[in-house]
Structures are given as structure tokens and as C-alpha cells.
């Protein structure tokens, strides 16, 4: 061993085990020795242990709001699917907790006719307080009062909130969290789109759109209103 | 024996903070705190009196790593491939070199997302968790020279990672 030999790749595991304080006594001594000698050996401790000191101030991070009490109001922490069309839009498993959180949050019916839909409170999707879903309420005193329910959040105190109005429709947004989930509420022309989603976008919501319309043939122009909402909302 | 109730009342923030690490996003994360207390309310794994949270990160981190086996049954991942990252030798620093290394945590752990699976977890277990070389074997079901072997390339390809230009 000099102090002008490249640092051997068993040295430097030594070194880092070393660091942790694992290693016996015998691998302590050569690991001091090495320290003490090798100007190689000592840079490459400082920086495994700069390392270390990263790691170690990552510091916890929170669940989302509400995460560990839906599960204890629901009784399980086994999700349960409650939503059709989420389950095709997306087929990732996560995407089921959403349906379980719908359950436990509002008995909420993704997606069907206006008449059988029943919306969450639009300040339980505000606070994040319901997962994924997408709905529609199409037309008559439901869908006034659930825009007039979303006109009353103080979305702009919300973490990362806003209201605007994008494309002739009336938006209230929460863009929450540090990844890229997304609560908005639309309202135009008597039509009420609620998302509380990651990453819905527009094909599925004009799909659900056409479903609604097909279901209620009583509003052939919804299909082409709801487009022009998800145009609002995702421009291009 | 605790009950996943209790679990989620006490030791939820630790548990999510352990499955995000692995993780490196919420969405996943959340997915597996779930299975985490699925497996602990149906009694899918026993307890020993001691650390509870040495407890639940072992819970934690196989849970992680059969999701991370379930997926690799698609078509592999060479980045993420734990075989072809052994077959390089880790890198080491020059006597003269005075390396800074990145801290801030948004970078940190968008490199330890960058970690072949089986390194993160050694390496979250080690460094983030505490965990003890021992226990760390015990969890992922390898040696302790495997794990030692394990914790030293992923904090050498995190230090290739975040060394700052000097």
C-alpha cells in the first residue's frame, strides 16, 4: 500500500462499510491505516460520507391530506373498485384506491346519466379530500349549485389554487402536491365537469362526454359542449 | 402484534416516508403503504418484538422489491438491471479531488430513483432508515457482503450523480 496507488475498488467498499461502523475489528485497523496514508483512500471516505449526509437530511415526507384517515373511516386498507370507467381509463392499481376513496368520501357514481349522478362536495375535491375521479352533471338546478357550491372555495387560498376563466368556461383549479395531481371544476353553459385527477386529459373526458349524451338522449348537445370544455382545459 | 390501525395512527408518517424513498413518487407510494397494511392486517407477517419501524421497513422494502419482480416480468429494463450495473465497476475519486456534493433533497431523491431497485433499497435502508447491515440482509434476503457490496455502488453512482461541478 502507497499513497500513489490507485484506490482499489474492495478498498473503497471497505471504506464505506467503514462508515457505518460495519466492519470487524480487523477491517477497522486496515481501513484506518488507509485513511491515515492514502490521500485517495480519505477523498473517497469524504465523499461517500457527503453522501451519506445526503440521504440522512432527506427528512419524512407527508402523505397526502387525508390518506391514513380515509382508509381508517373506510375499516380497510383494501381498495375496492367502484368505478368502471376508471378502471378502463386507467388500468394501473392505484388507480383503484381512488375508487375505494370514492366510496368512503361520497357514495359517487363516475360517469352516469345526469340523473343518477351524485357529486362529492366540490370543497371535498378542494381539499383533496376525494381521489380520482371525472364527472359530469349536465344541465338543470344540480349543476347551477354545484358551480355555485365551487364559486364559494377560496380556491386562490388553497396551496396552489386559482380561478379563471379559460375558453368561455369558468374554471376553479387546484394544481396540489408536489407531483402532478389536479383538482379543477368547470362550469359552462350549464354543464359541470368535476376532476379530481392526476392525469386525466382530454380524450377521456370527452369520451365520458359521449357516453353521457348516448345515456341521455335527451341532450344530444352535451357530447359537444363537454369537448369544448376539455378545449378549455387542455388547449391544443 | 399491531394492528394496521395502529400502524397507520403511529407510524403512518414513517411508513409513507420509507415507501416514498423506494418509490420516488406518491402515486407508488401510496399503492404500496397500502399493501404494506393489507399485509399487516392479514397477518401476512410476523412480528418480533423490537423496532417497529425496523419492522415495517422490512415489510416495506420486500413489498417494494415483489412489486418491482411483478414488473419485470415485462420487458427488462437494462438501466434498471441490477446484474448489468455488478458487471461495472464503481467508480472512485482522485486524491485531489474536492468534490461537492448536491444536497438538496428534490435532487437527492431524483437520484435515488435513478438507483437500480435492489441498490435503492439497501441503500434506503441504510441511509435513510438507519438500519443496521444485519437487518438490512435479514430483509432483502441476502448476505451481508451482498448488502455492503449493494450500499457502496449505490452511494458511489449517487456521488457520480450529484457531484457538483467544481
Known amino acids: 500500500m502507497t499513497a500513489t496507488d490507485p484506490l482499489d475498488p474492495r478498498v473503497a467498499e471497505l471504506l464505506s ?83 375505494a376513496v370514492i366510496a368512503a368520501a361520497a357514495a359517487f357514481v363516475v360517469v352516469a346519466g345526469p340523473s343518477e349522478t351524485v357529486t362529492p362536495p366540490v370543497s371535498q375535491v378542494a381539499a383533496g379530500e376525494v381521489g380520482t375521479v371525472l364527472a359530469l352533471q349536465a344541465g338543470g338546478p344540480e ?77 344530444p348537445g352535451l357530447s359537444d359542449r363537454v369537448e369544448d370544455l376539455a378545449e378549455a382545459i387542455w388547449p391544443g | 402484534v399491531p394492528t394496521w390501525e395502529d400502524v397507520a395512527r403511529t407510524h403512518g408518517r414513517f411508513l409513507y416516508t420509507v415507501a416514498y424513498r423506494l418509490c420516488g413518487n406518491h402515486d407508488d407510494a401510496q399503492d404500496l403503504v397500502q399493501e404494506v397494511l393489507v399485509r399487516v392486517q392479514r397477518g401476512l407477517v410476523t412480528y418480533q418484538p423490537g423496532s417497529l419501524e425496523g419492522w415495517l421497513s422490512r415489510i416495506t422494502t420486500n413489498a417494494f422489491l415483489d412489486e418491482v419482480r411483478r414488473r419485470k416480468r415485462r420487458p427488462a429494463d437494462l438501466l434498471h438491471d441490477t446484474d448489468a450495473w455488478d458487471r461495472i465497476a464503481p467508480s472512485t475519486v482522485a486524491a485531489d479531488e474536492q468534490l461537492a456534493i448536491d444536497q438538496l433533497p428534490a435532487h437527492v431523491q431524483e437520484a435515488v430513483r435513478g438507483l437500480p ?7 434506503v435502508l441504510c441511509d435513510v432508515v438507519g438500519l443496521p447491515y444485519e437487518e438490512i440482509a435479514d430483509s432483502l434476503g441476502v448476505p451481508v457482503g451482498t448488502v455492503r457490496s449493494r450500499i457502496h455502488r449505490g452511494r458511489a453512482r449517487l456521488r457520480d450523480v450529484l457531484v457538483e461541478p467544481g
Open chain 1, 17 to 99: 462499510a467503514y462508515l457505518d461502523g460495519a466492519v470487524t475489528e480487523e477491517e477497522r485497523e486496515v481501513a484506518a491505516a488507509w485513511l491515515e496514508r492514502s490521500p485517495e483512500a480519505r477523498a473517497e471516505y469524504e465523499s461517500l460520507a457527503s453522501v451519506k449526509a445526503a440521504l440522512g437530511g432527506l427528512g419524512e415526507v407527508d402523505p397526502p391530506f387525508g390518506f391514513y384517515d380515509r382508509m381508517l373511516r373506510q375499516g380497510t386498507p383494501t381498495p375496492e373498485v367502484t368505478s368502471a370507467v376508471t378502471r378502463s381509463k386507467r388500468g394501473r392499481r392505484w388507480v383503484l384506491a381512488g375508487g
Open chain 2, 117 to 123: 431497485d435492489d441498490y435503492r433499497a439497501a441503500v
Open chain 1, 143 to 219: 349543476a347551477r349549485a354545484l358551480s355555485q357550491e365551487a364559486d364559494a372555495v377560496r380556491w386562490d387560498e388553497l396551496p396552489d389554487g386559482r380561478r379563471s376563466t379559460e375558453g368561455g368556461a369558468e374554471t376553479w383549479t387546484d394544481l396540489t402536491t408536489e407531483g402532478d395531481e389536479e383538482h379543477v371544476v368547470v362550469y359552462e353553459e350549464g354543464v359541470v365537469v368535476t376532476l379530481a385527477a392526476e392525469d386525466v386529459d382530454a380524450e377521456d373526458l370527452i369520451a365520458a362526454g359521449r357516453q353521457v349524451a348516448e345515456d341521455e338522449a335527451a341532450d
